[in-house]
């Protein structure tokens, strides 16, 4: 007896994506009234990079000379790309969130005097609150049930549709405002979280017409055993360095050092600088998910040599991401809106990013504000989405077997992927980035690009996977298109390009990336940003009608 399950539901907004980003905007919308579902790829509480380690926050309190200098700070950090009108609404609305995170009980450390330090989260114990307060808030939520398209007429976005792992169903989610929290994309390479990061809700934006910003900015790795997933490196500063035969690696510990040595080959380390008990104490106490791969693996950390890599986490911890265009994050379709990894973070970080701090905090505020904005879009509009003439929007990864059969020879999921990550991971080509070689590897990704459609996915997770191989092609191709259409080297290294090593004053504007067939790029400045750019959604509505 077949256990298969489908699940059709109406409401006033889907949040596709059950990170940090998607808890906040399903209960801001809920806050306002809004009837939300909230579907995840995962288990919303445990998926995600943030669920299983801990982040820090941008958490300041309301002393205007320390914000101030905080902004001023992040400006000259991020390259002058950022708005300081932006960065200041973080600092104003994670300080009144991170209060409500405590009163819903969060057991934040206190100081010496009792006041609580809230700048920093453990992961488990912060989205697994965030999973009760959501529940408390009336969303419902479908975990495991990874989304494949979005849904679209004339009038804009009007739900999505996906599979329902566990249950050998399809889910259908119509509502008349959309908010995409999928994360940013780590292309599969196995970071500590990243497993469910393909970068699907771009994929499914652009379908739309949607744009992205800042996807340049994604020259970011991160320090990680060679053996495990684990890339939250933080204390690695009280590590010294050594080659296979234990010879000292000795350099200036700049951005560069570890790739450069591990060009060279293999890289071992070992954290000597935390030379007594204490010490060593201190830092097991701050930090304690940095040991489990090496405890496991029985390694004193402090005294024998471990292995090290580096894995690509992309826009994870880059910058670029979906396109917003006012202060509650909608883009330039109607009824859709972006928050988290998924939303490009330039307002708030330009051409400079991290793992914490800004990051999370953005995820908090910009779920936040999303959430809100599309309560409020759906609220408006005149009527229920379970009304309209809405089609599926997926045009990429998504043909059925039968639609191939006559086709010719079918392209293999798991060799796709690889071909991609070849063009993306290498750290010769992506992160000692030059002009010759990114577009080398960009005429390679092209080449590819057909090949997403030729996939013939039988299986739900074959589905899925197909699916994650289009949206990781496509973002490949708008990384390296927005990279070499910026000729300069801005954002802390963020974007590096050998040929042009200086930054360019003639070159401080957002680069935008938009397309599938053929990607165009062009400076935000060069177009006022038009809330819902109605032409770009018709254009879209006619492709999907056109088959």
């Known amino acids: 007896m077949s256990k298969q399950k489908n699940v059709n539901v109406t409401a006033d907004v889907l949040v596709i994506g059950g990170g940090p980003a998607g808890a906040w905007a399903a209960w801001s919308a809920a806050k306002e009234g809004a009837k939300v579902v909230l579907v995840d790829k995962g288990y919303l509480g445990s998926s995600g990079a943030t669920a299983p380690g801990g982040t820090n926050l941008l958490y300041l309190p309301p002393d205007k000379e320390l914000r101030e200098a905080a902004v001023q700070a992040r400006l000259k950090s991020g390259g002058y790309l950022a708005e300081a009108d932006w960065i200041h609404r973080v600092l104003d609305q994670v300080y009144i969130n991170l209060e409500l995170v405590e009163q819903w009980g969060y057991p934040f450390v206190r100081d010496e005097n009792?006041?609580?330090?809230?700048?920093?989260?453990?992961?488990?114990?912060?989205?697994?609150?965030?999973?009760?307060?959501?529940?408390?808030?009336?969303?419902?939520?479908?975990?495991?049930?990874?989304?494949?398209?979005?849904?679209?007429?004339?009038?804009?976005?009007?739900?999505?549709?996906?599979?329902?792992?566990?249950?050998?169903?399809?889910?259908?989610?119509?509502?008349?405002a959309v908010v995409i929290a999928t994360g940013g994309c780590a292309f599969l390479s196995k970071g500590l979280g990243c497993n469910v990061l393909t970068g699907d809700g771009y994929l499914m934006a652009s379908e739309l017409g949607?744009?992205?910003?800042?996807?340049?900015?994604?020259?970011?790795?991160?320090?990680?055993?060679?053996?495990?997933?684990?890339?939250?490196?933080?204390?690695?500063?009280?590590?010294?360095?050594?080659?296979?035969?234990?010879?000292?690696?000795?350099?200036?510990?700049?951005?560069?050092?570890?790739?450069?040595?591990?060009?060279?080959?293999?890289?071992?380390?070992i954290m000597n600088k935390a030379d007594t008990p204490e010490k060593q104490a201190i830092l097991r106490k701050s930090h304690a998910i940095f040991f489990l791969p090496y405890d496991r693996a029985g390694i004193d950390v402090f005294t024998e040599p471990f292995p090290l890599t580096l894995r690509y986490e992309g826009t994870v911890r880059g910058t670029g991401g979906i396109r917003i265009v006012n202060e509650q994050c909608a883009t330039t379709v109607n009824g859709l809106y972006a928050a988290g990894d998924a939303a490009t973070r330039e307002r708030i970080t330009g051409a400079a990013s991290g793992g914490g701090a800004f990051n999370?905090?953005?995820?908090?505020?910009?779920?936040?504000?999303?959430?809100?904005?599309?309560?409020?879009?759906?609220?408006?509009?005149?009527?229920?989405?379970?009304?309209?003439?809405?089609?599926?929007?997926?045009?990429?990864?998504?043909?059925?077997?039968?639609?191939?059969?006559?086709?010719?020879?079918?392209?293999?999921?798991?060799?796709?992927?690889?071909?991609?990550?070849?063009?993306?991971?290498?750290?010769?080509?992506?992160?000692?980035?030059?002009?010759?070689?990114?577009?080398?590897?960009?005429?390679?990704?092209?080449?590819?690009?057909?090949?997403?459609?030729?996939?013939?996915?039988?299986?739900?997770?074959?589905?899925?996977?197909?699916?994650?191989?289009?949206?990781?092609?496509?973002?490949?191709?708008?990384?390296y298109t927005a990279a070499l259409a910026r000729k300069e080297s801005r954002g802390a290294g963020l974007h590096v390009l050998a040929e042009y090593p200086e930054v360019d004053p003639n070159q401080q504007y957002r680069l935008l990336v938009s397309g599938l067939e053929q990607i165009v790029t062009r400076p935000e400045s060069a177009a006022p940003a038009a809330a819902n750019d109605a032409s770009a959604v018709q254009s879209a509505v006619k492709e999907v009608q056109a088959g």
Not at 126 to 134: G, S, T
Not at 361 to 369: F, K, L, N, Q, R
């Open 210 to 269: 949607a744009e992205l910003s800042g996807m340049e900015f994604t020259r970011r790795y991160a320090p990680s055993p060679a053996y495990s997933s684990n890339t939250r490196s933080r204390l690695l500063g009280w590590a010294s360095y050594y080659d296979k035969d234990g010879n000292p690696l000795n350099g200036q510990r700049n951005g560069d050092f570890l790739a450069s040595k591990l060009l060279e080959g293999p890289v071992y380390a």
């Open 360 to 479: 999370a905090s953005w995820a908090i505020c910009s779920g936040t504000w999303s959430g809100k904005g599309a309560a409020e879009y759906a609220r408006a509009q005149s009527r229920s989405a379970s009304e309209r003439n809405l089609q599926p929007a997926g045009r990429y990864g998504l043909r059925k077997q039968e639609q191939l059969a006559n086709e010719g020879e079918p392209v293999d999921t798991r060799e796709l992927v690889k071909a991609i990550q070849d063009e993306v991971l290498p750290l010769q080509i992506n992160y000692f980035r030059t002009e010759a070689g990114l577009t080398e590897s960009l005429g390679r990704l092209n080449e590819l690009w057909p090949k997403v459609n030729e996939q013939q996915p039988e299986t739900a997770t074959e589905r899925v996977q197909a699916r994650e191989a289009a949206a990781m092609a496509a973002t490949a191709r708008w990384m």
């Open 114 to 176: 009792g006041t609580p330090m809230r700048d920093h989260l453990q992961g488990p114990e912060y989205m697994a609150l965030m999973r009760k307060v959501v529940k408390r808030a009336g969303v419902k939520i479908l975990d495991q049930a990874p989304a494949l398209e979005l849904l679209v007429d004339e009038h804009g976005v009007g739900g999505a549709r996906g599979l329902l792992r566990q249950d050998e169903g399809e889910w259908e989610v119509r509502a008349n």
